[in-house]
């Protein structure tokens, strides 16, 4: 090895070592980093060149963004828990009072301990797609000031992608969870396990994911959660687990017993009048362009919004059929066969997407 070479890889592990103590991880796992670095330097030394120092590179670079002792200071007050949970949802009043005496079990533990930080209750909300579980869970990130991350379950295919590759495997690097807390950029984010159930088709590899979120969810364990490429306890106790699933039939009877099970029910076609009128037109309108001077509603429209064909529990389908409307009518406002469209009762149906509608 050239004195020149030696020199550049003497360099890189200072900046690795610089990189490694300002970060705040734990003095046991650093020491070891340092160990293992200390030992490349001696082989460049000796004219060698170590194949660890790539893995090693890459090592420092994760652990170093791990939010190690960072934790952001919650907010229990119910009133803006409820004000920002109403701000986003309407309806669904048994869920919202469900979640408020979780948020009070919370506070009166963070009053007798005394402390910023304290353990989250594991909740799972189940309902029919659409009923809004997911952006339900992203309010009480919100109301809480927690950062919030979503994983999609659904989209998981190997055990790997939620607890990490070990590192001495092809392109190792950590799982969801670790990357989780990496871009929540705090070791008490909330953490959506979006669509637990869909987890995976396969009998043997489901068995496996319920085994690994058993660990990452129960109290008794998730204190010292080992990701396989990190290879280090991790405290994920003060993480705010939501899972959302459509039903509990794939979820494994041990990892039931952990949750707080959240059930959600249809809206009613008088709640999505509401919904539809006050959350979701204004954003739609606002998100294509249109203004009130260009589309109006009148009240005998929304019946035939709501619901043109069938029943739908959820809301997306209203979502779509209000982005069908005002795609229709921006195309009518451009080529200026109108200034204004009324949508009522007599045309709502011509302007929806039928073909899409839930039957």
Same mark, same amino acid.
């Given at each position: 090895?050239?004195?020149? &070479? @030696? #020199?550049?890889? +003497?360099?890189?592990?200072?900046?690795?070592? #610089?990189?490694?103590?300002?970060?705040?991880?734990?003095?046991?796992?650093?020491?070891? $980093?340092?160990? *293992? /670095? %200390?030992?490349?330097?001696?082989?460049?030394?000796?004219?060698? &060149?170590?194949?660890?120092?790539? *893995?090693?590179?890459?090592?420092?670079?994760?652990?170093?963004?791990?939010?190690?002792?960072?934790?952001?200071?919650?907010?229990?007050?119910?009133?803006?828990?409820?004000?920002?949970?109403? *701000? +986003? +949802?309407?309806?669904?009043?048994?869920?919202?009072?469900?979640?408020?005496? !979780?948020?009070?079990?919370?506070?009166?533990?963070?009053?007798?301990?005394?402390?910023?930080?304290?353990?989250?209750?594991?909740?799972?909300?189940?309902?029919?797609?659409?009923?809004?579980?997911?952006?339900?869970?992203?309010?009480?990130?919100?109301?809480? %000031?927690?950062?919030? $991350?979503?994983?999609?379950?659904? %989209?998981?295919?190997?055990?790997?992608?939620?607890?990490?590759?070990?590192?001495?495997? =092809?392109?190792?690097?950590?799982?969801?969870?670790?990357?989780? /807390?990496?871009?929540?950029?705090?070791?008490?984010?909330?953490?959506?396990?979006?669509?637990?159930?869909?987890?995976?088709?396969?009998?043997?590899?489901?068995?496996?994911?319920?085994?690994?979120?058993?660990?990452?969810?129960?109290?008794?364990?998730?204190?010292?959660?080992?990701?396989? !490429?990190?290879? !280090?306890?991790?405290?994920?106790?003060?993480?705010?687990?939501?899972?959302? @699933?459509?039903?509990?039939?794939?979820?494994?009877?041990?990892?039931?017993?952990?949750?707080?099970? $959240?059930?959600? !029910?249809?809206?009613?076609?008088?709640?999505?009048?509401?919904?539809?009128?006050?959350?979701?037109?204004?954003?739609?309108?606002?998100?294509?362009?249109?203004?009130?001077?260009?589309?109006?509603?009148?009240?005998?429209?929304?019946?035939?919004?709501?619901? =043109?064909? %069938?029943?739908?529990?959820?809301?997306?389908?209203?979502?779509?059929?209000?982005?069908?409307?005002?795609?229709?009518?921006?195309?009518?406002?451009?080529?200026?066969?109108?200034?204004?469209?009324?949508?009522?009762?007599?045309?709502?149906?011509?302007?929806?997407?039928?073909? &899409?509608?839930?039957?």
């Amino acid at each position: 090895m050239s004195p020149q &070479f @030696a #020199q550049s890889v +003497h360099d890189d592990i200072a900046f690795l070592l #610089q990189q490694l103590r300002s970060s705040n991880c734990p003095e046991e796992l650093r020491s070891e $980093v340092e160990r *293992k /670095l %200390g030992i490349i330097i001696k082989t460049a030394q000796f004219g060698g &060149f170590s194949t660890e120092f790539e *893995k090693i590179t890459k090592y420092v670079e994760w652990i170093s963004r791990i939010p190690w002792g960072k934790y952001t200071v919650d907010n229990l007050s119910l009133a803006n828990v409820k004000k920002t949970l109403d *701000k +986003h +949802h309407y309806g669904i009043e048994k869920v919202k009072e469900r979640i408020l005496e !979780y948020i009070s079990i919370m506070k009166l533990k963070m009053d007798q301990e005394k402390t910023n930080v304290v353990r989250a209750p594991v909740m799972c909300f189940v309902g029919l797609q659409g009923i809004g579980k997911t952006s339900l869970a992203k309010a009480i990130g919100e109301a809480m %000031g927690r950062s919030t $991350v979503r994983i999609a379950m659904g %989209g998981l295919g190997s055990t790997y992608e939620l607890r990490g590759k070990p590192k001495t495997e =092809p392109d190792a690097e950590p799982g969801q969870i670790i990357k989780a /807390l990496i871009n929540a950029g705090s070791m008490n984010p909330l953490i959506i396990l979006d669509e637990m159930d869909k987890v995976s088709g396969n009998i043997a590899l489901r068995k496996d994911f319920m085994a690994i979120l058993l660990e990452i969810l129960d109290p008794e364990q998730n204190y010292a959660f080992r990701d396989h !490429y990190i290879d !280090y306890p991790v405290d994920l106790s003060k993480v705010f687990f939501i899972a959302t @699933a459509n039903n509990l039939g794939n979820v494994s009877a041990a990892l039931l017993d952990r949750l707080e099970v $959240v059930r959600f !029910y249809s809206y009613s076609d008088e709640e999505k009048e509401v919904i539809g009128k006050l959350y979701l037109l204004p954003n739609i309108m606002q998100e294509v362009g249109l203004t009130s001077e260009q589309l109006e509603f009148t009240d005998d429209a929304w019946p035939t919004i709501v619901r =043109p064909l %069938g029943f739908d529990a959820g809301i997306r389908q209203l979502k779509r059929n209000l982005y069908s409307i005002c795609r229709k009518v921006a195309k009518i406002i451009v080529l200026g066969k109108a200034k204004k469209v009324i949508i009522n009762s007599n045309n709502a149906k011509s302007f929806i997407d039928e073909s &899409f509608a839930v039957m």
